[in-house]
């Protein structure tokens, strides 16, 4: 494949450029039956969506998704879903003065070196505009999910700068900007973006996001393990730098001892694991942390170069986030939901004739 | 693909269990005319070796690499190359004992959740051993970007437990059992395995990986970005739990003023990107970190239950390392090989019409 | 994949319903730097539309096609191209008297069998317009191998029931309605056609596509031969039941003193073999035939069962075309376009190394 | 993928060459818990395997499998399963004399132009001695269907240059070296070689397979249809060039009334679909035509050039088969098995949830 489809037997085709026409993507291997419309997809657009505060950028976009295909009388038929979003605020000219120049830390670069050729209107096909269609897929795949299976997927901020919040409450995690789980920390947060604003500067982020009641036996050994899936997925989304399953980077300084999850006759004793052990599934909450970079659009102004080689001074305008990971939860949500629908399909094909013996223990901690 | 395939057009097909009669890969994608033998790809799999020093596993294992096909009068010929490596040394008569029960934290459980049915002889196909055929293909690929690039990819150990090594010196990294380009800093690694052999327990470790010399443009955005594709290699490899690109985790408290890169007309001036930016190669040097988790096999006796639900305590013997880090480094530079060499084919083959402007700055840091 | 996308690097993901709101897809792949506007595509789709004479379906489709990305200032980009096109002519009361019944010989039965679900206005998925966007994504194909290689790709009809046509004049074939290269049977056609109509009858046809001017070495043995990757192509179109290259089924009763193609230092003196030896094209015209089964949908009255089980006498009506094959050439020149296009990329991406010696004798026959 | 592997979940790949070492594959993506032993394979390798009589080439092979992995205590662990087949019987001198020379007909040329080197002994990669592996996974395949379903994939000759031989008695299609079902014409068959071998000719031939006992519902439309990937399949087999679907090229002479299956309460009243409509299986038999090219290998001179484009006459000595068609009764056999058991898988992946109701009337003709 050329890049832009995700999965395997749960595919999902992305297409779009952030001040083209449009964007959306084709969901090919959606199981058929499922009770489907736009009102199922539409909330997590709209959880992600920009304009919603002074907090993030100012574009303002319905991002109303069309269902093009694949559904007949309310119910997915088997066949490939098609998702329609048009772009309606495309401020081009914002975009005329760097047309000629590399933004500092921007795929522009990148992609005049690759494809010799670039939509230089907000970064074209490099915006994170694009992962407005992956939260759109993965509306789909979560109700899959959950209605088989119960698997609720969540997530939430825990680090912005020097911030770090508690995953204390998930019934706030939605009735604040920064999808923070931590009321105490929301005014901080607010504090902290304005003063950037102002400042002409922008901060990292680092964000939390689980799956809990997954199956047992999803993941694919050796290289298409779940956790090496979750990776491609989770890295795959703009700006992220880092990617954690379980305890993630903090195994480094840990012992055998402390790190390994005991089991007994009521289930796991501990889940340091993240939910996967050889790559598979356990039945335990699967659980990941994923790092996301600063926005690189900053009003300070760098040092850059443009297509002619010349040196300049350059200050992005435009309508940015002081940070982007404010948005990126649902993205994050949407990824594990497409890798754990893709695995579960992938391992009922191959392995449906197994029958699970009665005396396996629960695999949720207790 | 059912997960044992790596590569869209460099794909590289694994096969074989820890204590089955052999395990190999096909290599199939490798470019015709490169010059190939055996004694090209023996080197890496000696660097990877069990039973080398007192500090690893003491399981012996020549790891001769016989190459089957694919290879004529000492020129690849674009056809599959098939390497074969007989196991030599397998003592199941050790695993008897946990045939029924589940070693904490391995994927004992997990495997029988997904096939009902799992070969418990050292793990069988879940087992480290697996990722010798892993070393030997990217040896092939390494071979190919040293000589149409002069890419080097090397790694080295970045931390133990609470032992930070510096990359001081990458001329004794092979001369020392832990990779380690700090010789400072060998007694000390030495002193922490001895300790935990007879602790009976493990640790964790962090090791470093870089290509230099990479040609831009490498990537497909925007699910198979080159960064995301690199989360998938090494997150990988038998118990990786977290994966870094350039500064990783730490831009999470870092500001954009510091974070981007700021280019020049004699190149850029930082790579916090880590040589990636919008999922593409810049040019610049590629670095990333992987997080390896200490070993669940260790002497100390731990909770479990057997494949009837009973609980128990057990206490893994046989022949184990007390870091498995410490063989890992040649691992992820095979991975990060098997990711550029891919990449590359699948470049070459969307975008060989587009002819790079001589204007262009050099990719590397000055 | 989960079957509705074609090629490994030159990808079409294609999307639909016959009584859908649109069909359209997503072509991932193509190279950047190709000039292309609807104006491109718009003539191909235009040959193939229904309602254009009384000789096929007067359903009437303005077949518009939208670029809805992957274009800027004219040219690609390198990122995903995706096609629209709308239905505007959807009668799906013609079928609400089908709802319950299973259409001889129709996709009906098969697709309740798989899904349990159809969209059964005018066959949903199944239908023959989803061909359309095929031709439009063949199109992009066709004009990169022109302006590449100067390939040119074109079909007409050899065959109509007992009506066998020459091939004796190319630039007639799209005068007449049946893309049929020998002036002398169009009448004989025509009288076909209308006699088939009041009988309530359909008749099956012989199409040929060739393409000329293609580079040699296309194609990946064993299993992507290119021949094996046409076959596949060609038998993915609606209702073919056959699939012939160079000299087809007629090699049964051949000697091989008479069928293999003999070299010489002017070049190839014979191309039965279709201009693909070993599963790789030799640089000389590349021919195919397909044959297409006559029209399920006929007036005819025929046994048949509803969803309950229960037999029943159907008379289908609507609008069909009395032979499916007579619109079906510009479909199968798209299609081995599209091969055509996927080999040169991945063949370019495993082999731009290797430099053809000058020596080499012209492929095509003098 | 490279094109050496076939299928998407049952995923086979293939490596080795005619005159290298070794040939095998592994075979990825086999249900765990399938009792499978080489004893399994070794049958079906038989079969086709070189010098049974004196009717085929009279190079000696064993053609003895060996399993490298992914069996455990006699049954498949879902892990995959190697397989290797030494060669035994290379006499490469027999190849010196055309080491410089294209065999005309054969894939030397076009495997210089695509890799710019060939293993010239034997034709390397592009001999039919790799369909030996084809043969040995597909019986993996075709036990796992026969246990599931009690599918029956068998094969026959049907006509040899102009010798037809009826489907007559199944029973004694193994007892001759033709695969011929039809006892009276093994004389006729037993004459025509012995003249082509005294003539130094070759001839062409029909080969028949078919698959009773197919679920319903395989197949993934709309390119991946089961006919298409059949056609795929079969084309990929050294030397064919046409493939028939149910009555394959015939319904270009049929009309609708004719050629149209009827369905009644007690099943399907026809089968010129050959089980497959929509793309999708019907439940009825499958079975499908394959045409095979006279061998180009033979011993009567024919015009052709050096590398160096000189002209030059030649004669291929060396081991060959008049008819090669007369061995590949097995290896279609072993494709279709191939493609039934991908199918099979991805159909389960995507449609377990499905439930059939009860009222689906029988498949099969009765």
Not at 40 to 65: H, M, N
Not at 282 to 296: E, F, L, M, V
């Amino acid at each position: 494949m050329s890049g832009n489809t995700f999965g395997k037997l749960f595919c999902v085709t992305s297409f779009g450029e952030s001040h083209g026409p449009a964007i959306g993507c084709v969901v090919d291997g959606c199981p058929p039956g499922l009770a489907l419309s736009e009102a199922d997809i539409q909330p997590d657009l709209d959880r992600r969506k920009p304009g919603t505060s002074k907090y993030v950028t100012q574009r303002k976009e319905a991002d109303q998704v069309e269902i093009l295909s694949g559904v007949f009388e309310g119910r997915t038929t088997g066949t490939p879903i098609a998702l329609l979003i048009r772009n309606t605020d495309q401020r081009s000219y914002d975009y005329e003065k760097i047309k000629q120049v590399f933004r500092p830390n921007h795929a522009d670069y990148a992609y005049v070196q690759k494809y010799g050729i670039r939509d230089h209107r907000g970064g074209g096909r490099s915006s994170a505009r694009e992962t407005a269609v992956r939260v759109a897929a993965g509306a789909i795949a979560k109700k899959y999910l959950h209605e088989k299976f119960g698997t609720v997927i969540r997530g939430c901020v825990e680090q912005v700068g020097g911030i770090r919040c508690a995953t204390a409450d998930w019934s706030v995690v939605n009735d604040n900007p920064f999808f923070c789980a931590d009321p105490a920390r929301v005014p901080e947060l607010e504090a902290l973006i304005d003063a950037l604003r102002s400042e002409g500067d922008s901060i990292g982020a680092k964000l939390y996001v689980e799956a809990t009641r997954v199956p047992p036996g999803l993941g694919e050994p050796v290289f298409d393990r779940l956790d090496a899936d979750l990776a491609h997925a989770l890295m795959s989304i703009n700006a992220v730098k880092g990617v954690e399953i379980g305890d993630g980077m903090r195994v480094v300084e840990m012992r055998g001892t402390e790190h390994r999850d005991e089991l007994s006759p009521e289930g796991f004793l501990a889940n340091h694991s993240g939910g996967i052990t050889g790559g598979i599934s356990s039945g335990q909450t699967i659980y990941a942390r994923y790092a996301i970079k600063p926005t690189s659009s900053i009003t300070t102004p760098g040092r850059s170069i443009d297509e002619a080689g010349q040196g300049t001074d350059m200050r992005t305008t435009g309508r940015h986030d002081p940070c982007v990971g404010l948005r990126a939860t649902p993205i994050g949500e949407a990824m594990m939901a497409l890798v754990l629908m893709d695995h579960w399909l992938r391992h009922r094909g191959q392995n449906a004739d197994v029958t699970v013996a009665p005396s396996r223990i629960p695999g949720e901690v207790p």
